[in-house]
């Protein structure tokens, strides 16, 4: 990992104690199955971030001031059960000291550590899930921990919401509650899909993005590209609304596997980071 601070914001504005906000990056790809790389993409986000314009036009804010902390990254490839464990170590610590946490990926597994701590902290809480994949598998590869398995153990915790998804086995289906997910294919074409979405929410919301979500005319880096996706502007002002109903207490962005050769997609996910932060602090100071 790279020692790239986000937004190269200057430097007074760094400082953990001050800070309103962490970005902490795992670089985990163990569990991946199919293309590697997400180690990758904490890295490559940073670096891309370093590039970004730090006044927002659409809140017209520079949410940076606000503070930004980039913790060291947790890296931990013996298992996904000690991976899972020193994240929620790292989050735990970061909640007590009343931060706003966005974890960076690595692929889904690293959002499993994040959960419980979350569920411990806010005990009316909901996770909103924006993927392409169900996530609902029981196990996969041996493991109850895989990245296809994380939404399954997010639903140990507390209620899921579920938008964007348009891939799952069938095995899924019978872990689904189908009251409580938007699938992408009924999604297209109707811009106030998500107007009832604020009644299935509690006030607290934790948002875990997998970047497939996104079509992959958009971003093409991720582990598993599913066609049929979100664009910029639909997973942004939705956010905007789930931001402006409810009280997101946290985020990760997972899976990007970057690519050398196309750098925009490293854009998006370190300009989607910014920008819900400058939700965030705009609508919940």
């Known amino acids: ?20 906000c962490v970005i902490l990056p795992v670089p985990y790809d163990e569990t991946s199955t199919w293309i590697k790389g997400s180690a990758n993409g904490p890295d490559a986000i940073l670096e891309a971030s370093a590039n970004m314009e730090l006044y927002d036009i659409e809140t017209d804010t520079h949410v940076y001031k606000k503070g930004i902390f980039t913790a060291k990254p947790v890296v931990e490839n013996k298992s996904p059960e000690n991976l899972i464990a020193a994240v929620g170590k790292e989050i735990k610590g970061f909640l007590k000291d009343d931060k706003f946490i966005v974890t960076i990926g690595g692929n889904h597994t690293v959002s499993i550590g994040a959960f419980p701590e979350y569920g411990a902290r806010y005990h009316d809480l909901t996770i909103l899930q924006l993927d392409a994949h169900a996530d609902l598998r029981q196990t996969y590869d041996g493991s109850r921990f895989n990245h296809a398995c994380s939404m399954a153990r997010a639903r140990e915790v507390c209620p899921v919401l579920q938008v964007g998804i348009r891939s799952m086995c069938e095995e899924e289906k019978y872990y689904l509650d189908n009251e409580r997910v938007f ?15 604020p009644e299935l929410l509690s006030d607290n919301v934790y948002v875990t993005i997998d970047l497939d979500v996104f079509d992959p005319s958009v971003m093409p880096s991720t582990g598993t590209p599913e066609p049929g996706g979100l664009f910029y502007y639909d997973v942004l002002h939705f956010l905007k609304y789930i931001n402006e109903h409810s009280n997101i207490v ?4 997972v899976e990007l596997c970057p690519n050398e050769q196309n750098k925009a997609p490293d ?9 819900i932060l400058s939700y965030k602090f705009k609508y919940h100071e």
């Open 250 to 253: 946290g985020c990760d962005v």
């Open 1 to 20: 990992m790279g020692k790239t601070v986000f937004g190269a914001i200057p430097e007074k504005y760094t400082k953990y104690d001050n800070a309103a």
């Open 267 to 275: 854009f998006l996910a370190a300009k989607l980071i910014y920008q």
């Open 183 to 197: 699938y992408s294919h009924d999604i297209l074409n109707k811009p106030l899909w998500y107007k009832r979405i």
